[in-house]
């Protein structure tokens, strides 16, 4: 390829900028890039930064054997280690980009319209994009044009001095070792740096680089703080919820046992698991936010946020449960939930006969699938607006988000909730089925030992095993523990407000020295007693008894 683009003069006495310091200008251009982009996208909307649209569709579109992998390697990191992969990743083309622009300046811009164009094209297919979604790679691809062009071929460009051997590029150009002619020779370059042609120092340029640097990790960082903090953290302190109508029935005494290592009855906010598919939590402005029931229904509805505080709101604890909970995992949480009785707005479109599937639509595309039997055969399947007490935290999906007792969240408890689409099971597949879960996920009846815990060491005597069991909507009655295959022994249920939430239990041990293995299983209220047979969680729960392994001194 010949260099068309520069005088052949300059460029050919000059040089060209060492391939060291290419790639660092690559690297802080995409840096600059990115730090811009979040910037842009406080207006344009967090969803729009390129780092986090691109990993946005890599989520979506991963095979799900990949994201199960990515869950069980980086567990709750997943979303963490996905950005900073993607990062890296990006900072290895980058460097590329750099090295490719040194020689030949329109491969760098074409590399980095390349980038810009991902970043765009995923942005703006996200499902939520609105209308400036382009904007921040637009923005970020163009700043990293011009710097790059400035680094590499303007006023910023390093002066270059032809390779010397063992000198490398990165050391500064104020202290080469003495040219081998001339006894005496100053510490100048051997090649002439032509006027003009961007004379300038490795200081200078690294210095340009730092900053710029720099800029763009405070922008980027301000930018990501900035809008997620912007208007909807604000807008969520200043509610104040109504009161329930129909207020939760008060928590027995006695429901949580005083078994130190025993999960409370009722999960605090902070404490409460975290499953979802979104790298970037959606941002709804209630004011903004509308839910629209409509597909097979006699008349389709809107709701407002105020429509929906207006009404009679129901106030329920029920236990939420995730599908991929292992046997003895803890993607599962109490909470007392306020909200509107899902039936009474779907009542108010009036489904159509053979629409046996309620789709629950997040802002940000996600779907479940809900049995429509389910959110009309009188449980208290709600539109919640309140978690224990506050509106919905931003991360369990404020404004509003569905929760249903007695099914797992991937078929019903869809966070910032925006549509139900009256539909069918043939006619749909909402976003887990597709990949490889069922659509039906009633939640399996289980068990979990708190305490003691898996290798602990204890010393012999009575030790309380306890735990908690859960069959939302059918209801726990009993509650076995066995040591070392010995005989089934039954634990002691704590009270609890409803069928809907999980129990507590509690079983004084005789422990003897020596290696133990503990087992629960437990027992729902129609009799099922919870299989010994190991399922995985996919396609439609884990099954098994939770063990653990104890020594007693
Ligand atoms: N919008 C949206 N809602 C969602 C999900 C999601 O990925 N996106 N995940 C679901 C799953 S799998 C579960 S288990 C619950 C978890 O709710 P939590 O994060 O409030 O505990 O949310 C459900 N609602
Ligand atoms: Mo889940």
Redesign the pocket.
């Known amino acids: 390829m010949t260099q068309q683009a520069a005088p052949p003069v300059a460029r050919a006495a000059a040089g060209r900028t060492p391939a060291r310091l290419a790639a660092l200008a690559g690297v802080a251009v995409a840096a600059v890039a990115l730090g811009l982009a979040e910037v842009v996208a406080v207006v344009a909307g967090a969803r729009s930064a390129p780092l986090v649209a691109v990993g946005g569709v890599v989520v979506d579109s991963a095979p799900e054997s990949l994201t199960r992998f990515a869950i069980d390697v980086f567990g709750v990191h997943d979303k963490t280690a996905l950005l900073v992969g993607t990062a890296v990743l990006l900072a290895g083309f980058a460097a590329g980009i750099g090295v490719l622009a040194a020689r030949a300046p329109i491969a760098g811009d074409l590399g980095i319209a390349a980038f810009g164009l991902v970043g765009v094209a995923a942005a703006v297919s996200r499902p939520d994009a609105g209308p400036a979604a382009a904007l921040p790679s637009l923005l970020g691809a163009l700043a990293a044009a011009i710097l790059l062009r400035a680094l590499l071929t303007g006023p910023l460009r390093p002066a270059v001095a032809p390779p010397q051997p063992g000198v490398g590029p990165l050391r500064p150009a104020v202290d080469p070792p003495a040219p081998p002619a001339g006894p005496a020779a100053p510490a100048t370059p051997t090649a002439p740096v032509l006027p003009g042609a961007g004379v300038g120092d490795r200081r200078r340029f690294l210095s340009a680089v730092g900053v710029s640097v720099g800029a763009a990790a405070l922008a980027g960082a301000g930018g990501r703080w900035l809008a997620q903090r912007r208007s909807v953290t604000s807008v969520r302190a200043s509610i104040t919820l109504p009161a329930a109508a129909d207020v939760a029935a008060p928590v027995p005494s006695g429901v949580d046992p005083q078994v130190s290592g025993l999960t409370r009855y009722v999960t605090p906010n902070t404490d ?7 790298l970037v939590v959606p941002r709804v402005d209630p004011q903004q936010w509308r839910l629209r029931i409509h597909g097979r229904v006699a008349t389709e509805i809107t709701v407002s946020y105020p429509d929906l505080l207006a009404m009679d709101l129901v106030e329920r604890y029920v236990t ?1 449960a ?2 991929s909970n292992e046997v003895g995992g803890d ?1 599962i ?1 109490n909470a007392r939930w306020l909200g509107v009785p899902v039936r009474e707005l779907l009542a108010a479109a009036g489904p159509l006969p053979g629409a046996d599937q309620v789709v629950g639509r ?1 802002v ?1 595309g ?1 779907t ?1 699938g809900t049995p429509t039997e389910a959110l009309l055969d009188g449980r208290d399947a709600l539109l919640a607006v309140g978690m224990n007490g506050e509106p919905l935290p931003v ?3 404020f404004p509003v988000r569905m929760v249903v007792p007695g099914l ?3 078929v019903s ?4 909730i925006t549509e139900l689409e009256v539909t069918s099971f043939a006619d749909f597949d909402a976003y887990w089925v597709p990949r490889g879960w069922s659509a039906q996920g009633p939640i399996k009846t289980q068990s979990r030992i708190d305490t003691p815990r898996q290798r602990g060491e204890l010393t012999a005597g009575t030790v309380p095993v306890a735990g908690v069991a859960w069959a939302q909507h059918r209801g726990i009655r009993a509650v076995e523990v066995r040591v070392d295959d010995g005989p089934w022994q039954s634990a002691t249920l704590a009270p609890a407000v409803s069928a809907d939430t999980w129990v507590q239990w509690v079983w004084q041990w005789p422990a003897t020295p020596g290696e133990h293995v503990l087992q629960v299983r437990a027992t729902d209220t129609t009799g099922e007693t919870q299989p010994e047979g190991r399922q995985p969680v996919a396609p439609d729960g884990a099954t098994g008894w939770h063990t653990i392994r104890v020594t007693v001194a």
């Open positions: 409460f698991y975290r499953i979802d598919t979104a939420l995730c599908v993607l949480g997040s940000d996600w479940c991360e369990h999906g797992y969240g991937y408890a869809c966070k910032w």
